[in-house]
């Protein structure tokens, strides 16, 4: 593995599919031994290990751009899936917690960190196709990644996800929040950067007075969107995220916005985000506690 090119070079073709072939014979012997479940996720591993960067290898050989780069999120994600909805016969019948929850919590892992990286580091080259917005392969294979993800987690069962959880049970929405906040904003600054030549490094996207004005109004609708649901469900904890990006846009327009003093795009972002707080305080009230009564009408 550190010294071939890929992982199925000179001959590991053919080695590696037999010493899986030997692992399932033997773990198909002593299947009732206390460490089988241990050994089918370290089975499970392997496969990860060799397939994914295989699989980078080969399409690397053949695709430029943005191509070998998903193969890190899309395989995880297969797996995942493998796991929860594969076929119930041997091995996978038998041991499925096993493959489900120490097979996949590393694979879960692997697909969590792609989902930041890929969104921090990648302008979404799509050659050789077009680039459109949210329809290209990096946002669709970031759409499918969460999906596997998704999927994994709802077959988890109840003790799997409390231990998952370790006492915090708002860690992980939290989490998800944040990615799905990361992938919307890396979306909107490719959608930008290959529709209007704006720039994808952190120096550039401070100083473009468009890129600014795009993110102002973007999180202002997001804030917006946050708060109206917070109110037309009751849940004060969703009104109060959106309330507090709402303010993160209010000081960002003052303390990075008014660089671009007197542009087109300053003023429209002024506006817009002006118009979105005062359609969020008249239509979105704060819910009340759930132990307080709404005040009759």
Do not use: C
Request: proline share 7%; aromatic share 10%; charged share 10%.
């Amino acid at each position: 593995l550190a010294l071939s090119g890929h992982p199925l070079d000179q001959g590991a073709w053919l080695g590696w599919p037999l010493l899986w072939l030997s692992h399932y014979v033997l773990l198909h012997r002593v299947d009732r031994s206390d460490l089988s479940g241990w050994l089918h996720a370290l089975g499970l591993w392997t496969l990860a290990l060799i397939a994914i960067p295989e699989a980078h290898w080969q399409v690397d050989q053949r695709l430029d751009g943005v191509w070998p780069a998903l193969v890190p999120g899309l395989l995880p994600a297969l797996l995942l899936w493998f796991t929860v909805r594969g076929p119930d016969r041997w091995p996978l019948g038998a041991f499925r917690a096993d493959y489900r929850y120490r097979g996949g919590l590393p694979l879960a892992l692997i697909a969590l960190l792609w989902l930041a990286l890929i969104n921090l580091n990648s302008d979404g080259n799509a050659s050789p196709l077009p680039y459109l917005p949210l329809l290209n392969p990096l946002d669709l294979s970031v759409l499918i990644t969460a999906l596997g993800l998704s999927g994994w987690w709802l077959g988890l069962t109840a003790d799997e996800r409390d231990s998952l959880r370790m006492g915090h049970p708002a860690a992980l929405p939290g989490l998800g929040a944040a990615l799905v906040f990361l992938w919307l904003n890396a979306a909107l600054l490719r959608a930008l950067h290959w529709g209007l030549d704006t720039p994808l490094d952190a120096g550039g996207i401070l100083r473009s007075v468009l890129v600014q004005a795009a993110l102002s109004i973007f999180w202002s609708l997001l804030g917006f969107g946050a708060m109206l649901g917070g109110t037309r469900r009751a849940l004060r904890w969703l009104w109060l995220g959106g309330a507090a990006l709402m303010a993160v846009v209010v000081l960002k327009l003052f303390l990075i916005d008014l660089a671009g003093s007197g542009t087109l795009a300053r003023i429209v972002s002024f506006l817009g985000v002006g118009a979105l707080l005062l359609l969020a305080g008249y239509l979105s009230p704060l819910p009340p506690r759930q132990h307080e009564q709404a005040p009759a009408p």
